[in-house]
Structure formats: structure tokens, C-alpha cells
């Protein structure tokens, strides 16, 4: 079922708006798009599958409730392409070798990359949060963790899909 693109918020056909791009972009293309946000095959095909949306808000709403439902396979395919948070490039020797010594930790006891969203932090605040949520979350069991990661995975995707489009 379509949902009708209120007039306002259609922008000039001659310069269609990233949103509007995304909703008339073929299956294929909008699942790649989506892909770069959360490489989860079953989340990017079900959003793909309900455009278009009326505006961006729907859009993160309708890719927030798709995050709850991923399957601990459709999980492991989002981890496989995670990557470490990055650092600042002026941070101290230091801090680097904590960091890496909290994510071989983090890796040898949950099998998977550490992923945390940053989103709205400053640099300056990013590398203390990283290293308290690495030490607090090895102290999950690796159920609770799994929860935590789908919500940090939740939020990544919903921060990329809002910088996307």
C-alpha cells in the first residue's frame, strides 16, 4: 500500500530530494542504500519493501521497529561488517593501547566486534565512553550483551540512515 507524499513535502522534480530519491530508486538500489546503514539483508529488503515513506521520521520510525524483529543470524550478519569506533587522530599513545587491549577482550568473549553508536558526542567525550561501555559491558553474560549490541546496532543504523538520507 502506498502512503501518499504530502504536496509540501514534495520537493522540485528536477532536484528530487535524497528521501524522494530513496523512494522511487529500484529494489535493488534502495536495498544497497539501506546496506551502508546496516549490513542486514532482512532489514534493508523490509524497508525497501514499505516505501515510500512520507517523510524521514516514518523512515527511522519503520527502520527502528525493523531492528527489533533482526534474528541472532540476521545479527551476526550486521556485526561481520562493523568496525572498531574511531579515535580522534590526536589521541595519546595510550589510549590506543587500552582500546585495543578492551576490544581483543571484548572480541575473545563475545566472538564479535564491540559496536557502540557515538552519535552526538563530542570527540573529546567519545574515547572515555568507549572505554567505560567496553568494560562495563564485558561484564554481560552473553545474552545480556546480545541485547545490548542489537540496541547499539539499532541506534548505528538509525544515526547512518538519518546522515543517508
Same mark, same amino acid.
Given at each position: 500500500?502506498?502512503?501518499?507524499?504530502?504536496?509540501?513535502?514534495?520537493?522540485?522534480?528536477?532536484?528530487?530530494?535524497?528521501?524522494?530519491?530513496?523512494?522511487?530508486?529500484?529494489?535493488?538500489?534502495?536495498?544497497?542504500?539501506?546496506?551502508?546503514?546496516?549490513?542486514?539483508?532482512?532489514?534493508?529488503?523490509?524497508?525497501?519493501?514499505?516505501?515510500?515513506?512520507?517523510?524521514? @521520521?516514518?523512515?527511522?520510525?519503520?527502520?527502528?521497529?525493523?531492528?527489533?524483529?533482526?534474528?541472532?543470524?540476521?545479527?551476526?550478519?550486521?556485526?561481520?561488517?562493523?568496525?572498531? @569506533?574511531?579515535? @580522534?587522530?590526536?589521541?595519546?599513545?595510550?589510549?590506543?593501547?587500552?582500546?585495543?587491549?578492551?576490544?581483543?577482550?571484548?572480541?575473545?568473549?563475545?566472538?564479535?566486534?564491540?559496536?557502540?553508536?557515538?552519535?552526538?558526542?563530542?570527540?573529546?567525550?567519545?574515547?572515555?565512553?568507549?572505554?567505560?561501555?567496553?568494560?562495563?559491558?564485558?561484564?554481560?553474560?552473553?545474552?545480556?550483551?546480545?541485547?545490548?549490541?542489537?540496541?547499539?546496532?539499532?541506534?548505528?543504523?538509525?544515526?547512518?540512515?538519518?546522515?543517508?538520507?
Amino acid at each position: 500500500m502506498a502512503i501518499p507524499v504530502p504536496a509540501q513535502t514534495r520537493a522540485n522534480p528536477a532536484n528530487p530530494s535524497p528521501l524522494e530519491r530513496f523512494n522511487t530508486a529500484s529494489p535493488d538500489e534502495a536495498a544497497q542504500t539501506l546496506l551502508t546503514c546496516l549490513n542486514s539483508h532482512a532489514w534493508a529488503h523490509r524497508l525497501a519493501a514499505h516505501r515510500p515513506y512520507p517523510d524521514l @521520521p516514518a523512515l527511522l520510525a519503520a527502520a527502528d521497529e525493523a531492528a527489533y524483529d533482526l534474528s541472532p543470524d540476521d545479527l551476526t550478519e550486521a556485526l561481520a561488517t562493523e568496525s572498531l @569506533p574511531a579515535l @580522534p587522530e590526536d589521541t595519546y599513545a595510550a589510549a590506543h593501547t587500552a582500546l585495543s587491549a578492551g576490544h581483543a577482550a571484548y572480541e575473545a568473549r563475545f566472538g564479535h566486534v564491540f559496536v557502540i553508536c557515538l552519535d552526538g558526542l563530542s570527540p573529546d567525550d567519545a574515547l572515555n565512553h568507549v572505554l567505560a561501555a567496553i568494560r562495563s559491558r564485558l561484564n554481560n553474560d552473553p545474552e545480556e550483551e546480545r541485547l545490548v549490541t542489537a540496541e547499539e546496532l539499532r541506534q548505528l543504523a538509525k544515526a547512518r540512515l538519518n546522515n543517508t538520507l
